[in-house]
């Protein structure tokens, strides 16, 4: 079969920004501050950095190298490295969990879009009970949610059709700067406020005496979840990477990115939590339900700015949540793209409307049909544990054990060093070492964690 012609990112900037924009989503600025504020602030942020660089800096070296040598969609790609070999099944997991994330994600996504409108009309005004029953109706409503999930799913499509550099590389070029303006707008109001240093002293400040194997799982956990690894999102992305692409320094950047997003979240919420009084330890539910009173108690003496920051806020996190659901996107369309052998507009078309259904189904069983459950879980809550639990650390462990024990490592090392261009001998056995024994291991006892069995 002749090699087909592949699309590239025009730009080491749009290598950066896509991948980057890949990896901020909801994870950052959702998942981040309520897992720190649970696991003792300074202490998780210590030992997540920790965990990044031992774990998800090597798995997502893993996936860019499976990528950009396979020059395919995720799977396509797997099976040319595992020469059609059972490691191939690997590369459809990794798209099969990505379409299922992209579905509920969607949902979650639409929330968002739903939350700056109210914003806007000053729906999110009212005591904690009143902000709790409005999140409650909210996502109950068998029409609301469906709504906004369509919008974002539309916005996607019409990024996503217009192909890597037209479509993805340009709005990610638009997209992240935005993104990072809006939130040191949002971290200078929230430090500004009163008691705002008890909140960053939260956060910075370690306490050792909160540190205990819970804490490092955890922080483990959210390295994996927050760098978008094993979701095939990662290796897509690689295969359009051209021949000169450092990999381990574009890695190291999407990191330091990705990190810096969760501080300045960090930084938008403790120092407002604590300026309130409101416990830093809320849970999932702090975006939704504990924020809205949060920003505007902080900002009570102005009302205008208060409503500013909120409706902020809010944008702030639907950019963040479009950046990953391309990404997530992309996953599916290059899939059936090049395996359906259609048109870029007919394969997003397809994932679109194929998302819309899951996403249709998640968010009607937590209202009309949360009665219908199973193994005890609701269809959305059952789509976060299938591929949050199971796959996505199944995926990330088969893929450092097919790289670090199947691969033979000339092919490894031709493609780490950029063919011998690059001078890191010494970086590339740490690297392997790694990648062998110490991060599948740690995913190991992630895994076990989430199942409750460590």
Known sequence: MAKLERASFGSKLGVILATAGSAVGLGNIWRFPYMAGQNGGAVFIIIYVFCVLVLGIPCMVSEFIIGRHGQANTARSYQKMAGGSAWSLIGYMGVLTGFLITGYYAVVSGWCLEYIWASLLGKLNGDPAYITKYFTDFSQDPVKPLFWTLIILLTTY????NGVRDGIERASKLLMPT????????????????????????????????????????????????????????????????????????????????????????????????????????????????????????????????????????????????????????????????????????????????????????????GVGKHILFFGKTLFDLFDFVTGQLFLPLVGFLTCIFIGWFVPHKIIRDEFTNWGTLRNKTLFHVYLFLVKYVCPLCILFIFLHQLGLL
């Open 158 to 161: 019409l990024i996503i059709e």
């Open 179 to 366: 993104l990072f303006i809006l939130l040191l707008v949002i971290v200078v109001a929230s430090c500004m406020l009163p008691n705002a240093d008890k909140g960053i002293e939260f956060l910075f400040k370690p306490d050792m005496s909160k540190v205990n194997g819970d804490v490092f799982l955890a922080a483990l956990g959210q390295s994996f979840y927050s760098l978008s690894i094993a979701m095939g999102c990662i290796c897509t992305y690689a295969s359009y990477f051209s021949r000169h692409t450092n990999l381990t320094t574009s890695a190291m950047q999407i990191g330091i990115i990705d990190f810096f997003v969760a501080i300045l979240a960090g930084l938008v919420i403790f120092p407002a939590a604590f300026s309130v009084g409101v416990s830093p330890d809320s849970g999932p539910s702090l975006i939704f339900i504990t924020l809205p009173n949060v920003f505007q108690q902080a900002f009570g003496n102005s009302p205008a700015l208060g409503w500013g920051i909120s409706v902020l806020f809010y944008a702030l996190l639907s950019l963040a949540a479009l950046t990953s659901l391309m990404s997530l996107h992309e996953v599916s369309t290059a899939f059936l793209q090049e395996e359906a052998v259609i048109t870029r507009k007919k394969a997003a078309r397809v994932v679109s409307i194929s998302c819309m259904a899951i996403g249709a189904v998640c968010s009607l069983s937590l």
